[in-house]
């Protein structure tokens, strides 16, 4: 359903825009700690007999806090040296590589099965549409979730120097924020949205597959760009937009078409509107 689509999407462009306007990194990295919460949670499931809602938190706090040491071992150093661009773009993409290499090496290329207890499900029908309880449930709280997020971002201390970072870091600083602290949160933030997005697609679906990785690197990346990370809503709006053009690409044109698209709006955003929809600059955040 295209509306289900639409949040999960929406759920990976605000993690990614607020990593990319906060840190100004080209966080590629989302994609492999997207699939790791995933992962983990069944890993905790199969190998340690976790029950489900354990596994789901011990799953996303997996993630956190892998992208956590990533941003303070990898990037922060990074950050501090001047023409730091291209060298954060080639050890985020340095880290993918490895990443995706160390989750096939306990799981392997080949799709892995949720338990049958977890894939259990009822349907619901509302008129000629049929969607799981599942379904609807992971869309709920995806939901509730994104609100939370925007409050935390519009009417909180923390989102206030947010947006300050994210439109001039360095004045920002000046002015007393504490820029590395602010970034490890946003990182931990961005990725819990992330995670969440994945173990949601994971319950809805009932696999976890080595496609997801690059699959949710640039379902956000492309989210984010249409959108604009100028404001809050620019890449939900690009992720609202993404997943219902995918949805119907696949229902009236071609599944194969659905991925095409992708790219396609990408390509399209960058050569005729660059700043994203939101028109302002790429980069800050208001």
Do not use: C
Not at 160 to 170: E, H, N
Not at 219 to 242: D, Q, S
Request: proline share 4%; aromatic share 10%; glycine share 10%.
């Amino acid at each position: 359903m295209a509306l289900f689509r639409a949040v999960e999407y929406a759920t990976l462009g605000l993690g990614f825009g607020l990593i990319f306007s906060t840190t100004k990194i080209f966080h590629f990295v989302f994609g492999p700690i997207y699939a790791v919460a995933s992962y983990a949670m069944l890993f905790f499931i199969l190998n340690m007999a976790v029950p489900f809602p354990l596994a789901l938190v011990m799953g996303l706090a997996f993630a956190v806090i892998l992208a956590v040491l990533i941003q303070v071992i990898f990037y922060e150093p990074l950050l501090n040296r001047p023409n730091a661009a291209l060298p954060l773009l080639i050890t985020a993409l340095g880290i993918f590589t490895i990443m995706q290499q160390l989750l096939a090496l306990p799981f392997g290329y080949q799709s892995k099965e949720l338990p049958n207890g977890l894939r259990e499900t009822l349907l619901i029908q509302f008129g000629s549409i049929t969607v799981t309880s599942t379904q609807v449930i992971v869309f709920v709280i995806e939901l509730l979730v994104i609100l939370l997020t925007l409050l935390l971002l519009s009417k909180t201390k923390f989102g206030l120097v947010v947006r300050a970072i994210g439109s001039d870091s360095d004045l920002a600083e000046t002015l007393g924020s504490n820029l590395i602290k602010t970034r490890v949160l946003v990182m931990a933030l961005g990725t819990a949205l992330s995670g969440l997005a994945a173990i949601g697609t994971t319950m809805s679906v009932g696999v976890v597959s080595m496609s997801m990785p690059l699959a949710a690197s640039l379902v956000a990346t492309v989210a984010a760009f249409i959108g604009g990370m100028n404001k809050h809503y620019g890449p939900l709006l690009g992720g609202i937009l993404l997943g219902f053009a995918q949805v119907f690409a696949s229902a009236f044109i071609s599944g194969t078409w659905s991925e095409a698209l992708v790219y396609s709006a990408l390509l399209i955003v960058i050569l005729y509107r660059p700043r994203g929809l939101t028109g302002s600059k790429i980069g800050t955040l208001e």
